[in-house]
């Protein structure tokens, strides 16, 4: 099973090269082993500035000093990790989130509406 993934992110890690795309596939196929049971170092639950607090979770894959990598993930309703956002915090630090999380907010709020109405036409008869 693919995790659901917005658009940005399908196009983030297509860019990465080969080795990097390994590091963070191994890091998002533990993510969906593990859902909410994953642990450090490579998933941190509960984003606090996060307004879907408790279902906002990063990725975690740092490579090196210029390569440190997060993926933002929401557990909607179904438990399902859905990748909202991805980049490298290399360099900017703890902004990265200030700027990123609220973007990563809306994407989720989208992403719960599409699974709303999805389930709700599929529960009709």
Do not use: C
């Amino acid at each position: 099973m693919v995790l659901p993934r917005h658009p940005q992110v399908a196009r983030w890690l297509q860019d990465l090269d080969d080795e990097t795309r390994g590091e963070v596939d191994e890091a998002l196929d533990y993510l969906q082993q593990h859902g909410r049971a994953a642990a450090m170092p490579d998933v941190r639950h509960r984003i606090q500035t996060s307004r879907h607090f408790p279902d906002m979770s990063e990725v975690r894959v740092s490579i090196d000093d210029d390569h440190v990598y997060r993926v933002l993930v929401g557990f909607g309703p179904d438990d399902v990790p859905a990748l909202l956002l991805a980049g490298n915090k290399a360099g900017i630090g703890n902004r990265w989130y200030d700027e990123n999380v609220p973007v990563a907010d809306e994407r989720f709020d989208t992403y719960l509406t599409a699974l709303a109405r999805s389930n709700a036409t599929t529960e009709e008869p």
